[in-house]
Protein backbone atom coordinates (compact mmCIF):
# COMPACT_ATOMS: atom_id res chain seq x y z
CA UNK A 1 0.00 0.00 0.00
CA UNK A 2 1.46 3.07 -0.94
CA UNK A 3 2.01 6.06 1.53
CA UNK A 4 0.60 9.65 0.34
CA UNK A 5 2.22 12.85 1.46
CA UNK A 6 -1.12 13.92 3.52
CA UNK A 7 -2.43 10.28 4.44
CA UNK A 8 -6.20 11.33 5.60
CA UNK A 9 -7.35 9.70 8.78
CA UNK A 10 -10.80 8.47 6.97
CA UNK A 11 -11.53 7.96 3.22
CA UNK A 12 -14.98 7.83 1.62
CA UNK A 13 -15.58 4.65 -0.30
CA UNK A 14 -14.69 6.59 -3.10
CA UNK A 15 -11.49 7.56 -2.22
CA UNK A 16 -11.06 4.03 -0.97
CA UNK A 17 -11.79 2.66 -4.00
CA UNK A 18 -9.10 4.66 -5.85
CA UNK A 19 -6.06 3.58 -3.44
CA UNK A 20 -7.48 -0.30 -3.83
CA UNK A 21 -7.41 0.58 -7.74
CA UNK A 22 -3.85 1.94 -7.25
CA UNK A 23 -2.34 -0.98 -5.24
CA UNK A 24 -3.47 -3.83 -6.87
CA UNK A 25 -3.66 -2.42 -10.66
CA UNK A 26 -0.23 0.29 -10.40
CA UNK A 27 0.61 -0.55 -13.96
CA UNK A 28 -2.84 0.11 -15.52
CA UNK A 29 -3.17 3.02 -13.22
CA UNK A 30 0.30 4.66 -14.19
CA UNK A 31 -1.08 4.70 -18.07
CA UNK A 32 -4.14 6.15 -17.36
CA UNK A 33 -5.55 9.67 -18.18
CA UNK A 34 -8.22 11.00 -15.67
CA UNK A 35 -11.48 10.43 -18.00
CA UNK A 36 -10.27 6.92 -18.43
CA UNK A 37 -9.70 6.12 -14.61
CA UNK A 38 -12.96 8.07 -14.04
CA UNK A 39 -15.05 5.65 -16.40
CA UNK A 40 -12.99 2.47 -14.77
CA UNK A 41 -14.23 3.18 -11.42
CA UNK A 42 -17.12 4.68 -12.76
CA UNK A 43 -16.64 7.91 -10.59
CA UNK A 44 -16.50 11.76 -11.58
CA UNK A 45 -13.39 13.37 -12.85
CA UNK A 46 -14.33 15.40 -10.22
CA UNK A 47 -13.60 13.25 -7.38
CA UNK A 48 -10.75 12.17 -8.44
CA UNK A 49 -9.01 15.55 -8.77
CA UNK A 50 -10.41 16.18 -4.95
CA UNK A 51 -8.56 12.81 -4.20
CA UNK A 52 -5.60 14.23 -5.45
CA UNK A 53 -5.34 17.77 -3.34
CA UNK A 54 -7.32 15.61 -0.23
CA UNK A 55 -3.84 12.92 0.11
CA UNK A 56 -1.31 15.96 -0.75
CA UNK A 57 -0.48 16.88 -4.51
CA UNK A 58 -1.40 19.46 -6.73
CA UNK A 59 -3.20 17.89 -9.09
CA UNK A 60 -3.99 13.93 -10.79
CA UNK A 61 -0.37 14.22 -12.46
CA UNK A 62 1.26 15.14 -9.21
CA UNK A 63 -0.12 11.74 -7.92
CA UNK A 64 0.52 9.75 -10.80
CA UNK A 65 4.11 11.05 -10.23
CA UNK A 66 4.52 10.33 -6.93
CA UNK A 67 3.10 6.89 -7.50
CA UNK A 68 5.81 6.61 -9.98
CA UNK A 69 8.87 7.81 -8.41
CA UNK A 70 8.03 5.97 -4.85
CA UNK A 71 7.98 2.63 -6.98
CA UNK A 72 10.94 0.33 -5.36
CA UNK A 73 13.80 0.41 -7.90
CA UNK A 74 16.49 -1.85 -8.19
CA UNK A 75 19.63 -2.65 -10.45
CA UNK A 76 20.02 -4.55 -13.45
CA UNK A 77 21.08 -7.79 -11.32
CA UNK A 78 17.68 -8.05 -9.28
CA UNK A 79 15.70 -7.35 -12.34
CA UNK A 80 17.47 -10.37 -14.11
CA UNK A 81 16.81 -12.60 -10.89
CA UNK A 82 12.85 -11.42 -10.77
CA UNK A 83 12.57 -12.16 -13.96
CA UNK A 84 14.18 -15.65 -13.87
CA UNK A 85 12.15 -16.40 -10.57
CA UNK A 86 8.91 -15.53 -12.26
CA UNK A 87 9.37 -18.44 -14.40
CA UNK A 88 8.18 -22.15 -14.58
CA UNK A 89 11.60 -23.01 -15.97
CA UNK A 90 10.84 -23.14 -19.90
CA UNK A 91 12.47 -19.80 -19.86
CA UNK A 92 12.25 -19.98 -23.77
CA UNK A 93 8.05 -19.78 -23.34
CA UNK A 94 8.22 -18.00 -20.66
CA UNK A 95 9.89 -15.18 -22.05
CA UNK A 96 8.69 -15.45 -25.49
CA UNK A 97 5.15 -14.86 -23.84
CA UNK A 98 6.35 -11.81 -21.82
CA UNK A 99 7.30 -10.29 -25.04
CA UNK A 100 3.36 -11.03 -25.98
CA UNK A 101 2.49 -9.15 -23.15
CA UNK A 102 4.99 -6.60 -23.82
CA UNK A 103 3.71 -5.88 -27.18
CA UNK A 104 -0.36 -5.96 -26.12
CA UNK A 105 0.01 -3.76 -23.75
CA UNK A 106 2.17 -0.99 -26.14
CA UNK A 107 -0.62 -1.39 -28.53
CA UNK A 108 -3.49 -0.64 -25.93
CA UNK A 109 -1.33 2.32 -24.60
CA UNK A 110 0.05 3.71 -27.61
CA UNK A 111 -1.38 6.93 -28.99
CA UNK A 112 -2.66 6.28 -33.24
CA UNK A 113 -2.38 9.55 -33.69
CA UNK A 114 1.36 10.43 -32.05
CA UNK A 115 2.33 7.70 -34.37
CA UNK A 116 0.60 8.44 -37.88
CA UNK A 117 2.41 12.21 -36.93
CA UNK A 118 5.65 10.65 -36.03
CA UNK A 119 5.60 8.81 -39.46
CA UNK A 120 4.47 11.95 -41.30
CA UNK A 121 7.24 14.30 -39.21
CA UNK A 122 10.02 11.52 -40.39
CA UNK A 123 8.95 11.62 -44.53
CA UNK A 124 9.06 15.01 -44.45
CA UNK A 125 12.36 15.49 -42.47
CA UNK A 126 15.69 16.79 -44.06
CA UNK A 127 17.56 14.43 -41.93
CA UNK A 128 16.98 12.12 -39.15
CA UNK A 129 18.89 12.12 -36.27
CA UNK A 130 19.08 9.25 -33.83
CA UNK A 131 20.70 9.35 -29.99
CA UNK A 132 20.43 6.47 -27.94
CA UNK A 133 22.13 5.23 -24.62
CA UNK A 134 23.35 1.69 -23.66
CA UNK A 135 20.59 -1.36 -23.98
CA UNK A 136 18.48 1.50 -25.68
CA UNK A 137 21.00 1.09 -28.98
CA UNK A 138 19.86 -1.96 -30.35
CA UNK A 139 16.32 -0.77 -31.39
CA UNK A 140 18.14 2.69 -32.55
CA UNK A 141 20.48 0.76 -35.10
CA UNK A 142 17.22 -1.12 -36.26
CA UNK A 143 15.74 2.26 -36.49
CA UNK A 144 19.04 3.56 -38.55
CA UNK A 145 18.89 0.42 -40.83
CA UNK A 146 15.39 0.55 -41.56
CA UNK A 147 15.20 3.88 -42.43
CA UNK A 148 18.38 4.23 -44.20
CA UNK A 149 17.14 1.67 -46.60
CA UNK A 150 13.91 3.61 -47.46
CA UNK A 151 16.66 6.53 -48.82
CA UNK A 152 16.38 8.68 -45.91
CA UNK A 153 19.56 10.83 -44.51
CA UNK A 154 20.08 9.01 -41.18
CA UNK A 155 22.86 9.68 -38.27
CA UNK A 156 23.30 8.70 -35.31
CA UNK A 157 24.46 11.44 -32.55
CA UNK A 158 27.14 10.85 -29.90
CA UNK A 159 25.64 9.94 -26.72
CA UNK A 160 27.40 12.58 -24.83
CA UNK A 161 30.62 14.81 -24.14
CA UNK A 162 31.93 17.99 -26.30
CA UNK A 163 31.48 15.01 -28.88
CA UNK A 164 27.25 15.61 -29.04
CA UNK A 165 27.60 19.42 -28.73
CA UNK A 166 29.54 19.84 -31.75
CA UNK A 167 27.63 17.57 -33.77
CA UNK A 168 24.04 19.05 -32.34
CA UNK A 169 25.08 21.96 -33.48
CA UNK A 170 24.52 21.13 -37.06
CA UNK A 171 21.47 20.06 -36.40
CA UNK A 172 18.68 22.75 -37.60
CA UNK A 173 15.19 22.95 -38.18
CA UNK A 174 14.22 20.89 -40.95
CA UNK A 175 15.87 17.95 -39.06
CA UNK A 176 14.48 15.62 -36.43
CA UNK A 177 15.80 13.65 -33.32
CA UNK A 178 14.64 10.45 -32.34
CA UNK A 179 15.44 9.98 -29.06
CA UNK A 180 15.00 6.64 -27.20
CA UNK A 181 14.86 7.26 -23.68
CA UNK A 182 12.20 5.03 -21.94
CA UNK A 183 12.07 5.37 -18.47
CA UNK A 184 14.49 8.50 -18.20
CA UNK A 185 16.12 11.10 -19.95
CA UNK A 186 20.00 10.85 -19.82
CA UNK A 187 22.04 14.33 -19.46
CA UNK A 188 22.66 14.45 -23.49
CA UNK A 189 18.95 13.80 -24.11
CA UNK A 190 18.18 16.63 -21.45
CA UNK A 191 19.71 19.07 -23.51
CA UNK A 192 18.72 17.94 -27.07
CA UNK A 193 14.83 18.58 -26.19
CA UNK A 194 16.76 22.14 -24.35
CA UNK A 195 18.38 22.42 -28.18
CA UNK A 196 15.46 22.21 -29.58
CA UNK A 197 13.30 25.05 -28.83
CA UNK A 198 16.39 27.22 -29.62
CA UNK A 199 17.10 25.35 -33.08
CA UNK A 200 14.09 24.90 -34.22
CA UNK A 201 14.38 20.95 -35.31
CA UNK A 202 11.74 18.58 -34.09
CA UNK A 203 11.95 15.40 -31.55
CA UNK A 204 10.28 12.11 -31.36
CA UNK A 205 10.76 10.67 -27.73
CA UNK A 206 10.62 7.12 -27.09
CA UNK A 207 9.27 6.68 -23.56
CA UNK A 208 8.01 4.31 -21.49
CA UNK A 209 6.90 7.28 -18.67
CA UNK A 210 2.88 8.39 -18.33
CA UNK A 211 3.50 11.53 -17.21
CA UNK A 212 5.51 14.18 -19.67
CA UNK A 213 8.23 16.47 -17.93
CA UNK A 214 9.86 16.94 -21.10
CA UNK A 215 9.12 19.20 -24.26
CA UNK A 216 8.88 16.74 -26.89
CA UNK A 217 7.09 17.49 -29.77
CA UNK A 218 5.78 13.35 -30.58
CA UNK A 219 5.79 10.42 -27.83
CA UNK A 220 5.48 6.83 -28.16
CA UNK A 221 4.79 5.12 -25.50
CA UNK A 222 6.31 1.60 -25.12
CA UNK A 223 5.82 -0.67 -22.49
CA UNK A 224 9.27 -2.96 -21.26
CA UNK A 225 7.67 -4.19 -17.81
CA UNK A 226 7.73 -3.06 -14.40
CA UNK A 227 11.01 -1.46 -12.61
CA UNK A 228 11.73 -4.99 -10.80
CA UNK A 229 11.50 -6.66 -14.22
CA UNK A 230 14.39 -7.26 -16.85
CA UNK A 231 13.39 -4.92 -19.65
CA UNK A 232 12.91 -6.55 -23.24
CA UNK A 233 13.65 -4.65 -26.08
CA UNK A 234 11.11 -6.61 -27.96
CA UNK A 235 8.27 -3.54 -28.10
CA UNK A 236 10.39 -0.69 -29.03
CA UNK A 237 11.56 -2.55 -32.03
CA UNK A 238 8.37 -3.61 -32.91
CA UNK A 239 7.16 0.06 -33.04
CA UNK A 240 10.19 0.81 -35.02
CA UNK A 241 9.03 -1.79 -37.60
CA UNK A 242 5.82 -0.29 -37.77
CA UNK A 243 7.14 2.99 -38.43
CA UNK A 244 9.57 1.68 -41.41
CA UNK A 245 6.00 -0.23 -42.96
CA UNK A 246 3.66 2.91 -42.42
CA UNK A 247 6.23 4.88 -43.87
CA UNK A 248 7.07 2.57 -46.70
CA UNK A 249 2.96 2.57 -47.48
CA UNK A 250 3.35 6.61 -47.37
CA UNK A 251 6.05 7.07 -49.52
CA UNK A 252 5.05 4.64 -51.99
CA UNK A 253 7.10 4.12 -55.55
CA UNK A 254 9.48 6.48 -53.71
CA UNK A 255 10.43 3.59 -51.27
CA UNK A 256 9.82 0.84 -53.86
CA UNK A 257 12.55 2.49 -56.06
CA UNK A 258 14.88 2.52 -53.40
CA UNK A 259 14.47 -1.09 -52.09
CA UNK A 260 14.49 -2.10 -56.21
CA UNK A 261 17.64 -0.57 -56.29
CA UNK A 262 19.22 -2.14 -53.31
CA UNK A 263 18.29 -5.32 -55.05
CA UNK A 264 19.93 -4.49 -58.42
CA UNK A 265 22.83 -4.18 -56.69
CA UNK A 266 22.60 -7.01 -54.76
CA UNK A 267 22.39 -9.36 -57.65
CA UNK A 268 24.69 -7.69 -59.89
CA UNK A 269 27.39 -7.37 -57.06
CA UNK A 270 26.63 -10.94 -55.40
CA UNK A 271 29.91 -12.48 -56.41
CA UNK A 272 32.08 -9.68 -55.53
CA UNK A 273 30.82 -8.62 -52.10
Excluded at 71 to 85: E, H, I, W
Excluded at 172 to 199: C, H, N, P
Excluded at 232 to 245: E, G, W
Excluded at 264 to 272: C, F, I, V
Amino acid sequence: MFTFPNTPEKLTIAEQGIVDYIASHRDEFLCMTISRLSETLNISEATISRFSRHVGFKDFKSLKLYIMENTSRRGPAQKVSNTLRTGSGDFLSYWMEKQRFDIQKTLEMMDQDEFNRAVEAIKAARRVFIYAKNASGAPARLAEFRLSRLGLDTRFLPTGGTELLERLAAVEAGDIVIIFGFSKLSKGASVILEQRAKAGFKVILFTSRTYHDDNADIRLFVYRGEENEFHSMCAPSAVVDAIALALSKSMGDEAMGRLEAIQRLKTEYKDRI
